[in-house]
T-cell receptor, first 114, second 111 residues
Framework: DAGVIQSPRHEVTEMGQEVTLRCKPISGHNSLFWYRQTMMRGLELLIYFNNNVPIDDSGMPEDRFSAKMPNASFSTLKIQPSEPRDSAVYFC????????????FGSGTRLTVV | AQSVSQHNHHVILSEAASLELGCNYSYGGTVNLFWYVQYPGQHLQLLLKYFSGDPLVKGIKGFEAEFIKSKFSFNLRKPSVQWSDTAEYFCAVPNDYKLSFGAGTTVTVRA
């Protein structure tokens, strides 16, 4: 298995632009998570999907952030409009059973908003 | 809700020194525990996990962890570190549908 695949690996954008991050979970995994990691705040859970349905989006910072999972093999995290404080590494993770297997993380997208 | 705490924020060692990182979980009962490692510029990867049975768990790259129920602890150890072990280490525990992570311990190994 290729693991959790994220794209792009790096994204540099100007303030105010729309940014879309993509994630392909491991086939058969029914849980998908989006995290943000910064030096100041560490790892933050943004949103959790189970069987493609958003279950908990309480970590989404504000209305500028949205996430979708149209099918079991694809999810997006969109920021519109982007701001410099959104600069971070965004990780996608998937799991078959969190209690038994934990997460498998993707390689992350390093977002820089200038 | 189950949670974990890591008391060491930054550990600096010389190569060949022994490493022990502390992790405590919040309450008893049946508990599964995980250690993840994040090398510089990379993503979190699973080092080892504990479910039940033998309290001494062996993971990848020579790491091991010991589950001590009476101390609510799951400390990570490595007898002799290498420069390539420089990384951030996270302890984690299932909490409802997700993992709760500790704040992480940055380990710097000096050559």
């Amino acid at each position: 298995d290729a693991g959790v695949i994220q794209s792009p690996r790096h994204e540099v954008t100007e303030m105010g632009q729309e940014v879309t991050l993509r994630c392909k979970p491991i086939s058969g995994h029914n849980s998908l998570f989006w995290y943000r990691q910064t030096m100041m705040r560490g790892l933050e859970l943004l949103i959790y999907f189970n069987n493609n349905v958003p279950i908990d989006d309480s970590g989404m910072p504000e209305d500028r952030f949205s996430a979708k999972m149209p099918n079991a093999s694809f999810s997006t995290l969109k920021i519109q409009p982007s701001e410099p404080r959104d600069s971070a590494v965004y990780f996608c993770a998937s799991s078959l059973s969190v209690a038994n297997y934990g997460y498998t993380f993707g390689s992350g997208t390093r977002l820089t908003v200038v | 809700a189950q949670s974990v705490s890591q008391h060491n924020h930054h550990v600096i060692l010389s190569e060949a020194a022994s490493l022990e990182l502390g992790c405590n979980y919040s309450y008893g009962g049946t508990v599964n525990l995980f250690w993840y490692v994040q090398y510089p510029g990379q993503h979190l990867q699973l080092l080892l996990k504990y479910f039940s049975g033998d309290p001494l768990v062996k993971g990848i790259k020579g790491f091991e962890a010991e589950f001590i129920k009476s101390k609510f602890s799951f400390n990570l150890r490595k007898p002799s570190v290498q420069w390539s072990d420089t990384a951030e280490y996270f302890c984690a525990v299932p909490n409802d549908y997700k993992l709760s992570f500790g704040a992480g311990t940055t380990v710097t190994v000096r050559a």
